[in-house]
Every structure is written in structure tokens, then in C-alpha cells.
């Protein structure tokens, strides 16, 4: 904390001696010089702790860091993975059964997911009071909507 206060110290007291410096020298033909040497000691002044930098140093003060964290990445990805997951197939299944709704049909939907990345429905197990008009219609939906094939699409009747 100590090296950003002086850091920053450093730097308003140039910024302040380049402005009255310009400011004694306005209208004189040595303006242009006293800003080209204020601008010049100004950046001079922000770069030199970039120059003092140790690289190595940098490297393990960051290892440190994150041995002090002991934060594991793998497991957050694998977290993102599973709630992608559970939201594909829960948006799925809740579509599926929403458009059972609207043909008139009561369903419940049990979507299987691929194994990719990115999840897509494989899969679909739907059970409730089925007629065989509002089926054709469920799967052609299934079919062109949700790219679920009719040959993994199943149903089974209840009631």
C-alpha cells in the first residue's frame, strides 16, 4: 500500500511541477520545450516502477496468492456443466409439456440429454392420457422443434 501511495505521490508532484513550469513559460518561445521535457519526465515517472518489476518475484507472490486461495477451477467448470444441463432438459421438458397442454393432452416429459459440451435433447419418455391424433401432433413437434426423431421418442399411456 505504501508503493501505490508514494507511486501516486510521485506522480502529482511532476504533474504539478510540468503545469508551472508551462505556466512560467506560456507565451515564450520555450513553451513547446517545457512541455515536450514535462511530458517526458510525466511519463519517465509512470514508467520506471513497470521497469523495476521482477518478473519472478511477480510469479510467486501470485503463487502464493493462490495457494493461500487454494481454489480448484476444475470443480466450478464441472458445477457450470451440471446447472447447463439441469437447465436444458428442466426448459425441455417444461416446453414439451406446455405444448402437450395447448393439444389438449395432460403429459409429463422425462428428456435425456447428449453428452456434449453443450447438451442437446436425445431423448424423450412422455406418460399421461394419450390420444392418438394429439400424439402425432406432440411428435411432429418433437420431431421439427426439438430435433427429438420419433424413433427415441416414447410414450407411455396412463389412466
Same mark, same amino acid.
Given at each position: 500500500? /505504501?508503493?501505490?501511495?508514494?507511486? !501516486? ?48 518475484? !511477480?510469479?510467486?507472490?501470485? /503463487? *502464493? ?15 457450470? *456443466? ?7 432438459? %428442466? ?7 406446455? *405444448? ?19 447438451? *442437446? ?20 413437434? !418433437? ?7 420419433? %424413433? ?8
Amino acid at each position: 500500500m /505504501e508503493a501505490i501511495r508514494s507511486y !501516486l505521490t510521485a506522480v502529482v508532484a511532476v504533474s504539478m511541477i510540468a503545469v508551472l513550469a508551462s505556466a512560467l513559460s506560456h507565451g515564450s518561445r520555450m513553451e513547446r520545450v517545457v512541455r515536450f521535457a514535462a511530458g517526458l519526465l510525466a511519463l519517465l515517472v509512470c514508467v520506471t516502477p513497470l521497469l523495476r518489476l521482477d518478473a519472478r518475484t !511477480l510469479t510467486d507472490v501470485l /503463487e *502464493q496468492a493462490e495457494r493461500a486461495l487454494d481454489y480448484d477451477a476444475s470443480g466450478t467448470d464441472r458445477t457450470r *456443466q451440471d446447472m447447463l444441463r439441469d437447465l436444458v432438459r %428442466e426448459n425441455t421438458e417444461r416446453t414439451i409439456e406446455k *405444448q402437450a397442454e395447448a393439444l389438449g393432452m395432460l403429459v409429463r416429459a422425462d428428456v435425456t440429454l447428449t453428452e456434449e459440451e453443450y447438451p *442437446q435433447p436425445w431423448s424423450a419418455t412422455l406418460t399421461g392420457t394419450l390420444d392418438p391424433e394429439q400424439v402425432r401432433a406432440l411428435s411432429e413437434f !418433437l420431431s421439427q422443434s426439438l430435433g427429438i426423431p420419433t %424413433e427415441r421418442q416414447t410414450w407411455k399411456t396412463y389412466g
